[in-house]
């Protein structure tokens, strides 16, 4: 007997025929001799929904309301599954954030789990009961406060439950059969990766893959904790997610994927790029830009320099950074023009990145140049290019991303023979 934690997306709990299917694999689960711990999503948009609600009331919503808010959401999702699982004959228990003993620091929308305490979640499965963890929050250690996690964050929290718990097994249901060598909806021969290491994984999510929650991959590497990534909808296998030296292990399925040097492809439509042009090119003012930048608490991804003309002495500086974040940035660009002495800057949010990825890549030369051949071949225009030891990412226009990413997938032979991808629900949104 194991223990086995499930966390269902919000698009396998999107409705009440939905909720009943989930409940039936768990039951399943449970049947097949497992103690069962299991996390869920808010129903469908229902996130969405609720910031919208708010926005009418507050154009900026109180960060601790909107807490509170947000957190309502699981809380549905969480007590109508455990009915439909005590309709089934089950003993099913539902939980909030707090009550399972998920920590986090106080920071409202993106708090940090700081410990996990699940004795009421363990004294459930030890006496035989299902346990439904409300996802995606936890109550702050010093204000006591409900918090959430940020978008996307019922994956930390069920890794997190799993760590706590010493779970065998870490299992994400989504409506896609798990991790794939590129986006199903762009790329339809895109083909299920049966394992991949965390670190492709981290390089793949926060290069736009929308698979898993970036903290979450984290936070299994952390812990050693393997995460199989799969689909509420099928039966299917899915992807998993562990070490390194696992990935490449006798039982990986499919001997063509142990040769292949780039894993996947990556794609992100969330940025913006800016270009300070008519930078004086001497010691000092990319520090000025920068700190700015960052003093507006803003995470930036690429910067691109180039050497500046010889006859003006002066160079552009390109950066890019979430869509969201663009305003604040050239407003504080702007209050630099005069003391850093620049031009003019340039925003552009028609541009997206596109990203290969793949622990292969350090040891084989000539990735790069397969790559920029094949995005000429296909016609698309490079902007910005950035690297890491197992990640090529290029900038390009956004009405090209869909054709970088269908070349890049080509170039690297990563074309399934026939179409394996499903996407099942979800509105994407
Ligand atoms: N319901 C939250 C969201 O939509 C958390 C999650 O789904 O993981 O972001
Ligand atoms: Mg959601």
């Known amino acids: 007997m194991g223990i086995v934690v499930q966390k269902y997306g919000g698009s396998s709990v999107a409705d009440a025929e939905s909720i009943k299917r989930v409940a039936r694999r768990i039951v399943e689960t449970k049947k097949a001799g497992n103690q069962v711990v299991v996390v869920v999503s808010a129903m469908g948009d229902t996130t969405d929904e ?3 609600l708010a926005n009418q009331v ?3 919503p109180p960060a601790r309301e909107l807490d509170m ?4 959401g699981e809380r549905i999702s969480m007590a109508v599954l455990a009915m439909a699982i005590q309709n089934l004959g089950h003993e099913a228990r539902s939980f909030t954030g707090s009550q399972a003993g998920v920590i986090t620091d106080a920071e409202h929308g993106r708090a940090k789990i700081i410990d996990v305490t699940p004795g009421r979640i363990q004294a459930a499965i030890e006496q035989d009961a299902i346990a439904i963890v409300a996802g995606f929050q936890g109550v702050s250690q010093t204000t006591k406060d409900i918090t959430t996690l940020g978008r996307g964050g019922s994956d930390t929290t069920a890794v997190a439950l799993a760590v706590a718990l010493e779970a065998d097994v870490c299992e994400i249901y989504s409506d896609v059969d798990g991790i794939f060598t590129a986006d199903p909806r762009i790329e339809p021969h895109a083909r299920k990766i049966p394992r991949i290491s965390y670190e492709e994984t981290l390089e793949m999510a926060a290069q736009g893959a929308k698979i898993l929650h970036l903290r979450c991959v984290e936070y299994a590497r952390r812990y050693g904790m393997a995460i199989h990534v799969r689909s509420s909808f099928s039966e299917k296998k899915g992807t998993w997610v562990t070490s390194a030296d696992k990935v490449g292990s006798a039982d990986n399925e499919g001997s063509t994927m142990e040769a292949a040097i780039i894993t996947g492809v990556a794609h992100d439509r969330s940025q913006a790029k800016i270009t300070v042009v008519g930078v004086p090119d001497k010691p000092g003012e990319a520090a000025a830009i920068f700190r700015a930048v960052a003093d507006a608490q803003i995470n930036i991804d690429m910067i ?8 003006t002495s ?3 500086v390109s950066f890019t950074l979430p869509r969201g974040e663009g305003q604040t940035a050239m407003t504080a660009l702007a209050r630099l ?9 340039q925003y552009d949010d028609s541009v997206g990145k596109v990203s290969i990825v793949g622990a292969g890549m350090s040891t084989s030369p000539g990735i790069s140049a397969r790559f ?3 995005l000429s071949d296909a016609g698309v225009n490079i902007e910005m290019i950035s690297t890491s030891e197992i990640r090529v990412s290029v900038v390009v226009a956004e009405t090209q991303v869909e054709d970088a990413v269908r070349a890049a997938h080509d170039a690297f032979d990563l074309d399934a023979d026939e179409v394996e991808a499903v996407v099942y629900g979800g509105t994407g949104r």
């Open 337 to 345: 023009q005069e003391t850093v002495g620049f031009d003019s800057l």
């Open 69 to 72: 808010l947000l957190t309502a």
């Open 314 to 316: 002066l160079t552009d």
């Open 304 to 311: 691109v320099q180039n050497v500046s003309a010889a006859a």
């Open 50 to 52: 609720l910031i919208d």
């Open 58 to 60: 507050s154009p900026l």
């Open 372 to 374: 920029f051949e094949a």
